[in-house]
């Protein structure tokens, strides 16, 4: 849920535009790099990070001070390019566009990085697309879209010096028609700082939706078809519906079932949401397209097992991969969380915590960026200034 502080940054940002925060961790480095990523983090002090791209983005200034880099940062969509002065070494581009915003502020031997959060925005459009035309042919509906960004440029892509991303196989084969740079995966982590749930808490027929932007993208659409035929099944569902106005009309009958319980937006670190997640058996994310989902490493920091679409960037056996999100498909699975022993569930949510442990925690992060990093410049682990 949004804090007083971070709503008070929305009023500043619309008002007043992001700006640029220079040498965003006060290193007095005299070698520069830019961010196009967020400046939210550096212009705000907030205890409790509200997204993982904060500490992601804070992680990479860091990592960057450590390379003799002092790091600009202005916002991944910035156009004002009177905020930049002089020139950078190396350059952070959130999604790339064109025209890019640092064109004439590069040295001439600057390193250049395109940093992906998700799967080719063409195979993304095409999947969210895909599933509004379902739903209206279900429900005779035509709602909003709510996820389509424009294409990357092509050229400036394959012009990049590295290309580091969130995901797995499957979402580096939707740029398969891209001659790419050196590819380097990052893991999108959860949080090591929560407390795990004790399995015996957990009730398999009681299941979490945990989504963000996006409702028929993320699938809430054809969760909510399900649980409201399944009233002897719950369904918690986290997710900023009141955002999207014509979802909210065209599923007003279904959000007010007993059996479904809506949330909203939700501090995923937050006692509160640590308590709805805690009766939960499975978080349900049958999402058209991902880059490597944040709502499940989130789901995964508690213990949460967790069952997604195959687009979500997950090919580890911990988290179970659904062959396809038709309505059979959700039904049949859920049916079959639902009727698990507390012993399954119990060695699932282990499974799931371990998985966190493994490769999900947020120094797992900080050592593939910086190991990336070392990369691109040719810097050796431990070279560069402190």
């Given at each position: 849920m949004a804090t007083a502080v971070s709503l008070a940054w929305r009023v500043r940002k619309r008002l007043f535009g992001p700006g640029i925060v220079r040498d965003a961790l006060r290193t007095g480095h005299a070698r520069r790099s830019l961010l196009l990523y967020t400046v939210y983090p550096f212009r705000v002090r907030e205890g409790r990070l509200p997204h993982q791209n904060v500490g992601q983005v804070r992680e990479l200034a860091r990592a960057l001070g450590e390379l003799g880099l002092a790091a600009d940062v202005v916002e991944h969509d910035e156009r004002r390019r009177e905020l930049l002065?002089?020139?950078?070494?190396?350059?952070?581009?959130?999604?790339?566009?064109?025209?890019?915003?640092?064109?004439?502020?590069?040295?001439?031997?600057?390193?250049?990085?395109?940093?992906?959060?998700?799967?080719?925005?063409?195979?993304?459009?095409?999947?969210?697309?895909?599933?509004?035309?379902?739903?209206?042919?279900?429900?005779g509906v035509r709602l909003t879209p709510r996820r389509q960004a424009a294409p990357f440029p092509r050229q400036r892509l394959e012009a990049y010096d590295a290309f580091f991303y969130f995901g797995d196989r499957?979402?580096?084969?939707?740029?398969?028609?891209?001659?790419?740079?050196?590819?380097?995966?990052?893991?999108?982590?959860?949080?090591?700082?929560?407390?795990?749930?004790?399995?015996?808490?957990?009730?398999?027929?009681?299941?979490?939706?945990?989504?963000?932007?996006?409702?028929?993208?993320?699938?809430?659409?054809?969760?909510?078809?399900?649980?409201?035929?399944?009233?002897?099944?719950?369904?918690?569902?986290?997710?900023?519906?009141?955002?999207?106005?014509?979802?909210?009309?065209?599923?007003?009958?279904?959000?007010?079932?007993?059996?479904?319980?809506?949330?909203?937006?939700?501090?995923?670190?937050?006692?509160?949401?640590?308590?709805?997640?805690?009766?939960?058996?499975?978080?349900?994310?049958?999402?058209?397209?991902?880059?490597?989902?944040?709502?499940?490493?989130?789901?995964?920091?508690?213990?949460?097992?967790?069952?997604?679409?195959?687009?979500?960037?997950?090919?580890?056996?911990?988290?179970?991969?659904?062959?396809?999100?038709?309505?059979?498909?959700?039904?049949?699975?859920?049916?079959?969380?639902?009727a698990e022993p507390a012993a399954t569930l119990a060695s699932r949510s282990a499974q799931s915590l371990a998985l966190m442990h493994r490769r999900l925690r947020p120094r797992h992060y900080a050592e593939a960026v910086r190991s990336a990093l070392r990369a691109v410049t040719g810097t050796p682990p431990g070279g560069g200034s402190r």
């Open positions: 002065r002089g020139l950078y070494e190396l350059v952070v581009d959130l999604h790339p566009r064109d025209p890019a915003l640092y064109e004439g502020h590069l040295c001439p031997q600057a390193r250049r990085i395109a940093y992906i959060t998700g799967k080719n925005p063409e195979f993304s459009n095409a999947a969210e697309r895909r599933r509004l035309d379902e739903l209206e042919r279900r429900r499957a979402t580096l084969e939707t740029y398969e028609g891209f001659r790419l740079p050196a590819t380097y995966r990052l893991p999108n982590h959860g949080y090591d700082d929560v407390e795990p749930t004790p399995a015996g808490r957990r009730d398999p027929r009681r299941f979490l939706f945990l989504g963000g932007t996006g409702q028929v993208h993320k699938g809430l659409d054809l969760v909510l078809e399900l649980f409201a035929a399944a009233p002897d099944l719950d369904l918690v569902v986290c997710s900023p519906v009141a955002a999207e106005p014509d979802f909210a009309r065209a599923y007003a009958t279904e959000l007010r079932r007993p059996n479904i319980h809506l949330v909203g937006t939700v501090d995923v670190r937050s006692p509160r949401f640590r308590e709805l997640q805690a009766t939960c058996g499975t978080m349900l994310l049958p999402s058209c397209s991902e880059g490597e989902s944040g709502s499940v490493t989130v789901a995964l920091s508690y213990g949460l097992p967790c069952a997604v679409g195959p687009d979500c960037g997950f090919e580890d056996p911990e988290v179970e991969i659904l062959p396809d999100c038709r309505p059979q498909t959700l039904e049949r699975f859920v049916r079959c969380r639902a």
